[in-house]
């Protein structure tokens, strides 16, 4: 599955859960990120509800003055996939932000391995406040953190299992997958 674009729009939710829906039979998922451009995180979290059983505290929100968990969906129409799914993500250095989110979180949990280049380490969620009709100012307001370690990726990027220039990551996530399937 290739991931293009922008997510950071209302049809985002509905788009993803048709083509995970189509997907839902497979034995083994690539999801490439490297094209990848805003998403909401709200969209990383539906897509981590995929894999992650429901209800799960996948992260912890860290407000200015307190922390907001961040489960996984309990929604009826998610139908997750095979527990042990062979999962490849693979990565360029300029994914960011939510993008992180979901495959740090799927690396964390032992869900996903993370193939190709380190991310760009933003961790921090913003908000953008219009000052004028041209000037908007984004505003960090919060830090995702993993919900047992604490740990976080701002700054220091979804480190990949397998490191591999962006060019030739999706091959090698397809080698190993084959390797996967081929050992059950």
């Keep these: 599955m290739k991931i293009t674009g922008n997510f950071d729009y209302p049809d985002g939710h509905e788009l993803i859960a048709q083509q995970f829906g189509l997907l839902s039979t497979v034995d083994a998922l690539i999801i490439d ?6 998403a909401t995180i709200s969209v990383a979290q539906q897509m981590i509800s995929y894999f992650v059983q429901p209800g799960t505290t996948i992260a912890n929100l860290q407000l200015r003055d307190h922390v907001e968990p961040v489960t996984t969906g309990n929604a009826a129409d998610v139908k997750t ?5 062979p999962l490849y993500i693979v990565n360029s250095a300029f994914v960011a932000g939510s ?8 690396q964390h949990f032992d869900k996903a391995v993370i193939v190709g280049e380190k991310t760009m380490g933003v961790g921090y969620l913003n908000q953008v406040f219009r000052v004028s009709d041209s000037l908007a100012i984004r505003m960090n307001h919060a830090l995702i953190t993993h919900p047992i ?4 990726w701002d700054n220091e990027g979804v480190v990949p299992d397998y490191f591999y220039n962006s060019g030739d990551a999706f091959n090698k996530a397809y080698q190993l997958a084959l390797a996967q399937l081929s050992s059950k």
């Design 149 to 152: 370690s604490g740990k976080h």
């Design 33 to 38: 990120l490297r094209k990848a451009d805003e």
């Design 99 to 106: 993008w992180e989110f979901f495959g740090y979180t799927l």
């Design 81 to 85: 996939f095979k527990q042990n799914l």
